[in-house]
């Protein structure tokens, strides 16, 4: 299709100008031995909250497909690790082409302007952290890390590495699902604040850190997705 050559060929275009410089650097980077148990922990757990999740996940999908119609999955461009460039996976909780509108802004104004794109169910996924259930399949596909700092679109990391000078070693590890930042903070937290949380994680990287935030992250979206239960029925 041409839209998907148009965007393929940005990626490319991407990849070959500023992530260049940046990929070598992860690279050469030493690999752990953790990092394999990690890695195990990821595609076990990872099966295992997919299949926990897939009597949600059919319901979801069928609610979006009613209430906003297609598609039901949100797939946009996100700086993996060693700078390689994937399709993340969420089901969609904004309007059609939101993303382009959304496009030149960060942090708080970010926040505040995709409150008018939600969808009817949109911003209660967004909320309890259920659009996110199909990113298992990014982690079972090597993509992302259940733990990790978050992915981020290319036409940012530039801007980023740019303005935070330590921010090119987020590509040392995968992107995750979740990440200390998350866990600690809100979204509106400052780049810079979320990137010394990265940070932490990238030097960390220990198997106890690991379960401590898949945990965390659990226990939290339990307790929104209560809520949000709860508030839609009031």
Same mark, same amino acid.
């Given at each position: 299709m041409p839209g998907?050559?148009?965007?393929?060929?940005?990626?490319c275009g991407i990849e070959d100008t500023f992530i260049r410089g940046y990929r070598q650097l992860a690279l050469e980077t030493p690999a752990r031995r953790r990092d394999v148990l990690l890695r195990v922990l990821d595609v076990l757990l990872a099966t295992l909250f997919l299949l926990l999740a897939l009597p949600l996940a059919v319901? $979801?999908? =069928? $609610?979006? =497909?009613?209430?906003?119609?297609r598609p039901v999955l949100y797939r946009g461009a996100r700086v993996g690790r060693g700078g390689r460039v994937f399709t993340m996976l969420k089901f969609r909780t904004l309007r059609s082409d939101a993303e382009s509108r959304l496009g030149p802004f960060l942090g708080?104004? =970010?926040v505040r302007r995709t409150e008018d794109e939600f969808t009817s169910i949109g911003k209660w996924l967004k909320a309890t952290q259920l659009d996110e259930i199909p990113q298992f399949i990014n982690?079972?596909?090597g993509d992302m890390s259940l733990v990790g700092p978050r992915p981020i679109r290319?036409?940012?990391?530039?801007? =980023?590495a740019r303005d935070l000078p330590a921010y090119w070693q987020r590509l040392i590890v995968r992107p995750g699902l979740t990440g200390l930042a998350q866990v600690r903070r809100g979204y509106e937290t400052s780049m810079a604040e979320k990137l010394a949380h990265d940070l932490e994680w990238i030097a960390d990287r220990s198997v106890r850190l690991y379960l401590r935030t898949?945990?965390?992250?659990?226990?939290?979206?339990?307790?929104?997705?209560?809520?949000g239960l709860v508030s839609s029925g009031d």
């Open positions: 998907q050559a148009s965007q393929g060929s940005s990626i319901p $979801i999908a =069928l $609610i979006v =497909l009613a209430t906003s119609g708080e104004e =970010l982690v079972l596909r290319p036409v940012f990391f530039e801007e =980023l898949v945990v965390a992250t659990g226990w939290r979206v339990l307790r929104q997705s209560l809520r």
